[in-house]
């Protein structure tokens, strides 16, 4: 009876199905576990799971390389709520933390409606960064920008496109300090036809839209020859400040003039020859939808378009 007793029991235990506790889980294996998630499902959910998990979350092997972008274009639209002030915290809490988890060692920022509070924490303490772009940030203002200059000396790849509150100046000090700088996007928004943005981004941030284009042409011209990438889209630069930058930035291989209406054909034309490296040239598209409202406020525009902007003649 006593030994039926004993194989019943035993057997009892083996059916049972054991139960591992994830707290347990060493260090390395979480961390080859985190490695294998998306940023939004490191920040969403396993760094919640139990105080090891939010230990190991925090491992500064996990924050050189900061890229929020792909979850940006995820999205079917931009959005209204992007632009209010609580967003903003939100992205600047997450920039703060990163910084902070990475010891120093972010290599790569890629965000959108940041501040100067978080660009100036990156300036302080992130020496080795090299990628940064942080689109569509109204309150990022030459003030951190020329912070960003002086701590970040190893950029490589800029981005500052949509960015109204820096000017030529950060452009001017960016050039004297990030020498190694091969990679820059200027890009505005489209203010010919601004309906795709009306609605979501504040009416006075679009009305801001940068005037001085050939004061930044003149910027990127002088002190950044070594680009290699440029983008402009929209600028309002003219021949003169193209010219600048096809004189002077002789190892250009790709240059975005999409939008850039106060130039010509012929003025890309003339000031692209001797570029002799370039291998991608997007001209601007002037077409201008038939519109009452475009037709009061850029009539002279269409008129070009229909004229010479046809597919049997271009100038």
Known sequence: MSTTTNNNHEQQQQEQPYYS???????????????????????????????SWFHATKDPSLHAVLDLEASFEARPSESARWWNDGFERRIDGMVRCVVDWSDGGVREIKVRHCSDRAISVVAERCPNLEVLSIKSCPNVTDESMVKLASGCPKLKELDISYCYEISHESLLMLGRKCTNILTLKRNLMNWLDPSQHIGIVPTSYLNACPQ??????????????????????????T???LALI??????????DLSGCVNVTSRDIVNSTANLTKLKNLKKPNFYIPRSNFHTERYGHWRLYDERFQTDAFRI
């Open 212 to 237: 001085d284009g050939d004061s930044e042409a003149a910027a990127i011209a002088n002190l950044m020859p070594q680009l290699l990438h440029l983008e402009l889209r929209f600028s309002k630069l």
């Open 246 to 255: 096809s004189e002077r930035c002789k190892n250009l291989e790709s240059l």
């Open 21 to 51: 506790n994830w707290s347990d889980l060493t260090h390395e294996i979480l961390l080859n576990i985190l490695t294998r998630l998306t940023i939004e499902d490191r920040w969403r959910g396993t760094m919640f799971v139990c105080k």
């Open 239 to 241: 021949a003169r400040g």
